[in-house]
């Protein structure tokens, strides 16, 4: 089995409200791996987490407790100067280019200013990589001179694309990369990360509320409800046999052109609890069509669906009672 790039152990993430004793549960114990090469999709509805999560794995934000291992190392563990040279191995794709591009910076300037920060080349060596990553995103060589305002959405987000590969990372986390985007360049920015990340080798954390394109992008998905995941495993399992009442909820809603494929929609009822005031017992327990007695006082545990030794890469868990052997 490939190596682990990315692993969280118990990561726990809650921020203070103003004025109260009261804390926002944002993340709740998450364990996560992944694997070197591969796309981890984390799906949720906003507010479950996910975006939280992302911040944490790059120590963007500072977890409450937990760890986060990139290749083994804690990066809680590092010293300032150690966790600088790590970061650059560690890049974010956020949702709006235009808010992450400086309006005042040429293209040239936004993919030369990394590599000044964090590598060790001349500054022929600086140009000269400018026009390969141009090239890379599929932008052409004129647009080096031009500015942010100059180009489309998706344009942009190459140019956002270009800036993070600038460094070269190892790892990336891609928060909603393409939501912010026209639904035509969608698919064409998802293929334009694929092959990047054939042709470079890299690691993806893929954020999304957007479950076709979860799927389109992940090898293994995990599904966040309320800060915690309920449901874990290799992409087309989680949709072809999804087990968490939240999971088939998710799943079902997704339109299927082939009424062949179509499959019973599973309503669900009533919103989010406050992530300030969590329910007791299972988290989804207001809103799950099978709840039972025991839901409301008892949480479940993220297990394997037939109850035997979970491993959290090549197991199917999930966290529910109904798929609980005792
Ligand atoms: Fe629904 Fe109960 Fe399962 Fe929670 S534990 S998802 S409430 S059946």
Known sequence: MPDAVMETRHLVKQFPVEGSRDVVHAVSGVDLIVLRGETLGLVGESGCGK????????????????????????????????????????QIIFQNPFASLNPRMSVEEILRRPMEIHLRISAAERSRRVGLLLEQVGLREE??????????????????????????????????????????????????????????GLTYLFISHDLSAVRHMSDRIAVMYLGKVVETSASETLFNDPQHPYTKAL??????TNPRLRRERV????????????????AFHTRCPFVMDRCRTEGPVLQETGGSASHLVESHLVSCHLVDPA
């Open 251 to 256: 799943v079902s809603a997704i339109p299927v």
């Open 51 to 90: 975006t939280t999560m992302g911040r944490l794995v790059l120590r963007l934000i500072e977890p409450t407790a937990g760890e986060v291992l990139i290749e083994g190392r804690d990066l809680g563990a590092l010293s300032k100067r150690e966790l600088r040279r790590v970061r650059s191995e560690l």
């Open 143 to 200: 647009h080096r001179n031009r500015f942010p305002h100059e180009f489309s959405g998706g344009q942009r987000q190459r140019i956002a694309i270009a800036r993070a590969l600038a460094v070269e990372p190892k790892f990336l986390v891609l928060d909603e990369p393409t939501s912010a985007l026209d639904v035509s360049v969608q698919a064409q920015i998802l293929n334009l990360l694929k092959r990047l990340q054939r042709d470079l």
């Open 267 to 282: 309503r669900l009822t009533g919103d989010i609890p406050s992530p300030i005031h969590l329910p007791k017992g299972c």
